[in-house]
């Protein structure tokens, strides 16, 4: 069975372009996570969603980040207009429901120049 | 706000010592749950803790939920190089079913 897939991998914007991450959970898991880590730092949620829906957003910056998790696809987290302090690794996660253990994916390793 | 404290940040060993990160919330928790992630990896589960005062082992590994649900710890017996990594703890806070992180503690190990 395929884990969390996260891509790219690796990204690099220049300020002020458009960052768009993307993540296609576990097969069967409906529940997607959104975490940014800095450097030599703990997680920082961001958001949870569930198809179509975003359960809980209170970690996301008010302004410039946005998630979806549709229908059919994988999940994105767009960051508009991308600052240096956007540089870090941001991790997805998924699980089967609610409460329950959650499997990463590898992350995407955001650079902005 | 930051619901799930975990200290020490850090930790230092050296091989074969024990190590011990604790996991504490000011709200009553359904369960926790630890990560570990080693250097330039991501979070693997390890395990989830649903029972007040219980404790599961894992060969060198123990974790424990406290009585009151608040608290959580994770042991490891005479560590070894590759315990390296930061240990996270997660837990759903009570009627809410979200999960928050613990900042984590790195572990280092000197061989």
């Known amino acids: 069975n395929a884990g969390v897939m996260q891509n790219p991998r690796h990204l690099v914007r220049r300020r002020g372009q458009e960052a768009r991450l993307r993540c296609s959970p576990m097969?069967?898991?409906?529940?997607v996570y959104w975490y940014r880590q800095l450097p030599e730092e703990g997680l920082k949620f961001m958001v949870y969603?569930?198809?179509?829906?975003?359960?809980?957003e209170s970690g996301m910056p008010k302004e410039r980040f946005s998630a979806e998790f549709p229908k059919e696809g994988p999940s994105i987290l767009r960051i508009q207009q991308v600052v240096r302090g956007d540089s870090a690794a941001y991790f997805c996660?998924?699980?089967?429901?609610?409460?329950?253990?959650?499997?990463f994916g590898p992350g995407t390793r955001l650079t902005v120049t | 706000g930051q619901q799930v404290m975990q200290i020490p940040q850090y930790q230092h060993v050296q091989e074969g010592e024990d190590f011990t990160t604790y996991c504490n919330s000011s709200?009553?928790?359904?369960?926790i749950q630890w990560y570990k992630q080693r250097p330039g990896g991501h979070p693997v589960f390890l395990i989830q803790?649903?029972?007040?005062?219980e404790v599961k082992k894992q060969k060198r590994l123990t974790f424990q939920f406290g009585e009151a649900k608040k608290n959580s710890s994770l042991h490891i017996t005479a560590t070894q190089t590759t315990d390296v990594g930061t240990y996270f703890c997660?837990?759903?806070?009570?009627?809410?079913?979200?999960?928050?992180f613990g900042a984590g503690t790195r572990l280092t190990v000197k061989p």
């Open positions: 997660a837990g759903e806070v009570h009627n809410n079913n979200d999960m928050r």
């Open positions: 709200t009553t928790l359904s369960n």
């Open positions: 803790l649903v029972k007040s005062g």
């Open positions: 996660a998924s699980s089967r429901d609610r409460g329950l253990e959650q499997y």
């Open positions: 969603l569930q198809k179509e829906n975003i359960i809980d």
């Open positions: 097969k069967g898991h409906s529940h």
